[in-house]
């Protein structure tokens, strides 16, 4: 007769990838001429579930470096920006116990920046991954029909006694009575 058991397990029941884009201004205490550089540090991000929604909260630090007055001086201006990010994830099944990954697969860039009437316009993107991860339950048949395995006999190994047997089998005289060739 086969029975079918059922297996508790964690499993990724939900996984997909999207590409973010940011468009930010900032306006210096300096006149912007030229811009020399842009660069983004410190991603920090996490992830939550919310009505069947996905809620990613993250911040990064953008260093713009540009020069002023005529091109003679340079300034670096700093920026934390946060970010709200909801995904909808498309899952059937009812997940308990489910835990949110989150994995930045393309770490956020600056991927334009214009001046702008002193202002500085710039463009960041990120690509994120998301993982749902959850209790799921897996069935599958049982053939046994209630057979053991079998079982391996464990011998004790004792190296005293070991010793005293090879002592008592051992023969001095065994040598002494050969002749030599």
Known sequence: MQ??????????IGKGKKV???????????????????????HQFKGSEHNNQIVIDGSYDINIWYSYDNDTKTDVIKNTNTYHEVVNMQNDEEVENSEII????????????????????YTV????????????FVKIADNSEDLEDDWNEILDQNPEKIEKEIEEEVQEEFIDDQEIV
């Open 3 to 12: 029975r079918i058991r059922e297996i508790v397990t964690k499993a990724v």
């Open 20 to 42: 973010f884009t940011d468009t930010e201004k900032i306006t210096p205490d300096n006149k912007p001429t030229t811009i020399l550089g842009c660069w983004v540090i410190n």
């Open 102 to 121: 989150i994995r930045s697969l393309k770490q956020p860039n600056c991927t334009n920046v214009e001046i702008e009437n002193g202002t500085i316009n």
């Open 125 to 136: 993107e990120k690509e994120l991954g998301v993982e749902l991860v959850g209790d799921v």
